[in-house]
């Protein structure tokens, strides 16, 4: 038996499309709301039905407009605590603030941790997120929650091309996960050394550690924001004698001009996921899009069953 009632989905604004796929595939329709955003900007949740006694999942990204995005999916968690939902759980595909984990200079705040503490207070019951920048995020919370990765989607992907190529990460501190992937695929790993200089968006590509001459190249990341590093990344190991340059990463975030840095760049593929939205206008003719509808559907049906996770990836 169930400790709580049936699931029921809602969909944020950050990512209906997304809410729809996991809905598809899980068999259950997305339950009704009305989000209304009044002339001065503040926002407003009512529930078609009730969820008193339900397995509630509300799915949201912090897409743009970020904040915006984080407000509805305070106010809506309050809004299905008060009609006495049995359970609320939180899917943030891409979580906001991630990269800002911890006080690395003075003055400043731990923007993560706060998130952390306002989902909560809010009231909801347990979290669940994809491919966080920094893991230690998962402390952060005193509620339960799963930290996903769209690891395995990806390696799935390549395994099929049969590359003859080079697992690249575009700095150190994703040194770990690119040599979990590279693993995977049964392939060599090279590093590009990055030192940081003036503001946090700043970066000089230094060295490349390992060897990519004559071969394929795979840069492997978490997220692209403004492209910068991607962009450092790709015009080094050409430098050092690549062929074919593939990359892929969770969170399209792609702040300007990521779009137009990408465009510009020789690269054979780009392989990203739908936790966030992709405009149109931003999408490219080498971008392939997978989708993490049935990673998140498979936890949340594990969830409402009380089913180990960790047993869909033989954990």
């Not at 078609?48 to 305070?74: F, K």
């Not at 909801?124 to 929650?145: C, E, N, S, V």
């Not at 465009?263 to 931003?282: A, F, G, M, Q, Y």
Request: hydrophobic content about 40%.
């Amino acid at each position: 038996m169930m400790a709580y009632g049936d699931i029921k989905l809602f969909a944020g604004s950050g990512c209906p499309e997304l809410a729809q796929r996991i809905a598809d595939y899980i068999n259950v329709p997305v339950s009704g709301w009305d989000i209304v955003e009044f002339p001065n900007e503040n926002l407003f949740v009512r529930l078609h039905g009730s969820v008193r006694g339900q397995d509630v999942y509300l799915i949201q990204s912090h897409s743009r407009p970020v904040h915006r995005n984080i407000m509805e999916t305070l106010i809506a968690i309050d809004c299905l605590k008060r009609d006495s939902a049995g359970r609320i759980t939180v899917v943030v595909p891409y979580m906001a603030y991630s990269q800002s984990d911890k006080k690395d200079q003075p003055r400043v705040p731990i923007s993560s941790r706060l998130l952390a503490d306002l989902i909560e207070v809010a009231g909801a019951d347990r979290w669940m997120t994809i491919d966080l920048h920094a893991q230690q995020i998962q402390g952060f919370y005193k509620i339960p929650g799963d930290s996903l990765t769209a690891f395995h989607i990806q390696v799935n992907y390549f395994l099929q091309k049969h590359l003859d190529a080079v697992v690249v990460t575009p700095d150190l501190g994703f040194a770990k996960r690119g040599r979990n992937f590279a693993a995977e695929l049964n392939l060599p790993l090279a590093f590009v050394e990055k030192r940081r200089i003036g503001n946090r968006n700043d970066r000089e590509a230094l060295s490349l550690i390992g060897t990519v001459a004559d071969k394929d190249v795979i840069i492997v990341d978490d997220l692209v924001d403004t492209a910068g590093s991607i962009q450092e990344a790709v015009q080094l190991i050409k430098s050092n004698g690549a062929k074919d340059v593939y990359i892929t990463f969770t969170h399209p975030v792609l702040s300007d001009p990521a779009t137009e840095r990408l465009r510009s760049l020789p690269i054979t593929e780009i392989v990203t996921t739908d936790t966030i939205p992709i405009p149109s206008e931003k999408m490219l003719p080498n971008m392939t899009v997978l989708s993490v509808c049935e990673l998140l559907g498979e936890v949340i049906v594990r969830s409402h069953e009380g089913r180990s996770v960790g047993e869909l990836f033989n954990e």
